[in-house]
């Protein structure tokens, strides 16, 4: 029984420093080859497309593999253009309304200098003449540090800025280089997919290859529902904010609810960076009520995203929506905004491995070794 137990605890430490070295490799290896991973999934994406057009009308396996690239990057460019158009033409109405905005904000600006900052400063200054000497100094020496933390906080907040676009000028050459690698990488492995499917399967054993059939059908299930589901997270965004806007009788509001939708898909972005800056501005030009009322129509929109996101993802993912909200939270924890995306991400990972049995095989592994008992 003691040899069982310690043959039982080899094989757990086997398996988890197998799991650890399988983890590390990995990352590094995609840090190094990430082009080729990122080209190899689209492959994967475009491959029902690519066999429609090799076996329903017979072309061959390069041209297969050049056509599914050119009508999904004309796909691609015609979202970019018609997002392109919507931004156009925001900012052309903004142009047209710019001056106005500009000078009602001034006025606002000038009326609020006369009616507060000059009265308080005058008192100010009132109170000033009453006192001694060495208070006077002790207040000019505050005020002069006050404005030297300020200025400091404003320098530092500049250089920030200026270091960040930078990094995105410095940027743009490696994405570009990287980018072209992605696109030649989806031909030559479109291309050659088959071929590169049969040597796998031929040197793999079968019990792992019908593990990867198995995955590779849970992941199409998955996959395509969860962008099903972020399709409908956009879309009741986007009706929502067109309701509001147009009860607020916003010139352009589909144009905006569109941006607001689409704005929700991506990271770092979403509904608060196009309606709470406009509900500031609102705010410093005089219009109060319009301010709350977009604060108020974010606040409705990201309590019915919150409400509703656990469901849609396990509904059209087929996952515990008790899981979804657990990897929503513990994503933004570790990964900040973009782990709202990729903590669901390695849910399924998790769950589809579960599904197709790899954890019970480990655990029979653990308990068995290689001898079926």
């Known amino acids: 029984m003691k040899k069982e137990s310690a043959w039982r605890l080899v094989r757990l430490f086997l398996v988890v420093l197998l799991i650890g070295v399988t983890v590390w490799l990995t990352i590094g290896l995609f840090k190094l080859t990430y082009p080729f991973w990122i080209a190899a999934f689209f492959v994967w994406i475009l491959k029902p497309l690519s066999s429609l057009l090799k076996n329903k009308?017979?072309?061959p396996s390069g041209?297969?593999?050049?056509?599914?690239l050119l009508i999904s990057l004309s796909i691609l460019g015609g979202v970019i253009t018609g997002l392109t158009f919507l931004v156009i033409n925001g900012i052309h109405r903004f142009a047209e309304k710019a001056p106005s905005w500009m000078e009602n904000f001034f006025l606002n600006v000038q009326r609020f200098l006369n009616e507060s900052i000059l009265p308080f400063w005058r008192k100010v200054s009132g109170v000033a003449a009453d006192i001694s000497a060495n208070e006077a100094l002790s207040l000019e020496d505050g005020?002069?540090?006050?404005?030297?933390?300020?200025?400091?906080?404003?320098?530092?907040?500049?250089?920030?800025i200026a270091d960040g676009l930078t990094q995105v000028v410095l940027g743009v050459p490696t994405f570009l280089v990287a980018f072209l690698f992605i696109l030649l990488a989806?031909?030559?492995?479109?291309?050659?997919?088959?071929?590169l499917s049969r040597i796998v399967h031929k040197h793999l054993p079968l019990p792992i290859h019908e593990k990867l059939k198995a995955f590779h059908r849970a992941m199409w299930m998955r996959v395509f529902g969860y962008f099903r589901a972020q399709f409908v997270l956009m879309s009741v965004t986007g009706i929502i904010v067109l309701i509001g806007l147009a009860i607020l009788r916003v010139k352009g509001a589909l144009t905006l609810a569109v941006i607001v939708g689409i704005a929700e898909f991506l990271p770092y972005l979403g509904t608060g960076t196009i309606l709470l800056p406009w509900a500031l501005y609102m705010l410093i030009t005089g219009s109060v009520g319009f301010a709350i009322s977009l604060v108020v129509l974010y606040g409705v929109t990201m309590i019915v995203r919150q409400t509703i996101e656990p469901?849609?993802?396990?509904?059209?993912?087929?996952?515990?929506?008790?899981?979804?909200l657990v990897s929503l939270f513990a994503g933004l924890k570790f990964f900040g905004a973009v782990g709202l995306f990729l903590g669901p991400a390695l849910l399924v990972f998790?769950?589809?491995l579960i599904d197709i049995g790899v954890f019970q095989d480990i655990k029979q592994f653990v308990k068995y070794g290689f001898h079926d008992e």
């Open 57 to 59: 009308l017979n072309f």
């Open 311 to 324: 469901k849609v993802l396990s509904s059209s993912m087929n996952l515990n929506p008790i899981a979804v």
């Open 63 to 68: 041209l297969a593999a050049l056509t599914s």
């Open 143 to 160: 005020m002069a540090q006050i404005g030297s933390q300020v200025g400091t906080t404003l320098s530092q907040f500049a250089q920030k």
């Open 186 to 195: 989806i031909y030559f492995l479109g291309k050659d997919w088959d071929h």
């Open 350 to 352: 998790v769950v589809i």
